[in-house]
């Protein structure tokens, strides 16, 4: 078999990537998603990958936004390439319809100036712009498809969102059993994604990763001698019942522990019950909705960073939480629940929960509160050490373009 030789090798990535700068922030941004492919990105273009960019560019639909009409930019994205964004009506329907006959033509036509070269689209999701009209692309270029399926499945039942847009979720379900198995190449987030929509088909799991951004704001994990009175659990991201929020707060109704606190970050609609809880518990404290360089002073505050994910109606069967990686990459020791593949192949980097009932997560939480803070140095040392060794994007986009190499043009 071949190995290609980069300059053989051209990559049209299509998603939802922008420069994260204040002017694409929008209720539609979503900060993790684009994490995700700034690191399939940057990744690649560090081995000197060709990678164009097209991008969907996230802004909500009208009438939420004031913007009726998506017009076509060219974005300089870190003098690196160029991100062209697809135009549309900003109508939700006719939009991605839109951005899928825009994109349509400019893979045929990124085809023809890359004719000599082995040629692989790289798509974020399956939603915008859609999988059918992108997969028909492929097919008429004779280009390679390869999907990153990081968001797929229903969403879940207590997001309350409505029969329109339930209705819209449950179409791209519907098509992405079709086209999902006909794709060149998966790279999943969980490999519930690969078993449910493409048996017995090869794919690579890419979990998640820590990209420049996070890495670059790693502080100096300190060797404490002398142990504090306090043991600090942080809970940062999303306050929202699937995050864990409230067993969290039923927990410290449980567990009178003077020596416990718990901080949290972030917004919600758990947020008045945070709120309305430090009001009645000391321990419990509320930071606000930090930036990065904010959240990383807690980080380095903490002793014990909670990443807690509720599965009741099995919400998180395709899904891996990102801020699990940010998490242990940071040195701190990490409480966390079981989430897919989190107990088998990081069991060893952090504390693992049985079940997420309240009364287990008090118990363990009180454990945690008598370890010495220089074994929970120990602990977090270890779990920093493996993530910046296996988890970075760098390392992550060697094993893409390896799999798109030995697999996808097999």
């Not at 004719?115 to 859609?130: A, F, N, T, W």
């Not at 098509?175 to 048996?199: H, L, W």
């Not at 991201?237 to 003077?258: C, F, M, Q």
């Not at 970050?265 to 606000?288: N, S």
Request: with cysteine.
């Amino acid at each position: 078999m071949q190995i290609l030789n980069n300059n053989e090798l051209s990559i049209l990535f299509i998603g939802t990537l922008v420069p994260d700068t204040h002017e694409f922030h929008n209720q539609a941004f979503s900060n993790s998603g684009n994490l995700v492919q700034e690191g399939v990105v940057d990744g690649l273009l560090k081995q000197g990958v060709q990678v164009d960019i097209l991008s969907s560019q996230p802004i909500p639909s009208f009438p939420r936004s004031k913007i009726l009409i998506c017009k076509r930019k060219k974005i300089n994205y870190k003098d690196k390439s160029i991100i062209k964004t697809l135009p549309g009506i900003n109508i939700l329907f006719i939009r991605e319809l839109m951005r899928g006959l825009s994109a349509l033509f400019l893979i045929i036509m990124w085809s023809i100036k890359n004719k000599v070269k082995r040629r692989c689209i790289i798509q974020y999701g399956v939603y915008s712009p859609p999988a059918p009209i992108l997969h028909f692309a492929c097919k008429i270029t004779k280009c390679k498809y390869v999907s990153v399926l990081y968001d797929l499945g229903l969403p879940p039942k207590n997001l309350k969102l409505g029969s329109g847009r339930n209705f819209i979720y449950s179409l791209v379900d519907f098509f992405s059993k079709i086209v999902i198995p006909k794709m060149d190449g998966r790279i999943v987030i969980n490999e519930n994604v690969s078993n449910d929509y493409a048996p017995n088909q090869h794919y690579l799991l890419i979990d998640g990763a820590v990209g420049n951004k996070v890495i670059s704001k790693l502080f100096d994990i300190e060797y404490k001698i002398v142990d504090n009175d306090k043991t600090i659990f942080l809970c940062a991201g999303a306050l929202w019942p699937i995050n864990g929020t409230r067993v969290v707060l039923d927990a410290l109704k449980i567990n009178l522990n003077s020596k416990i606190e718990v901080w949290f970050a972030g917004r919600g609609v758990d947020l008045e019950l945070i709120q309305e809880a430090a009001k009645q518990d000391q321990r419990i404290k509320y930071l606000g909705m930090l930036n990065l360089d904010e959240l990383f002073l807690y980080y380095k505050k903490s002793d014990v960073l909670m990443n807690i994910r509720i599965d009741e109606d099995d919400s998180l069967r395709y899904l891996f939480p990102s801020k699990f990686f940010e998490y242990l990459a940071t040195g701190k020791c990490v409480l966390t629940t079981k989430v897919a593949h989190l107990a088998r192949d990081y069991g060893e980097l952090c504390t693992v929960l049985p079940d997420w009932s309240s009364s287990t997560l008090s118990n363990y939480m009180d454990e945690i509160s008598k370890i010495s803070k220089d074994d929970l140095y120990i602990r977090g040392r270890k779990a920093r050490e493996y993530m910046l060794k296996n988890r970075t994007w760098d390392v992550r986009s060697i094993q893409i373009k390896n799999y798109i190499e030995e697999y996808v043009f097999n």
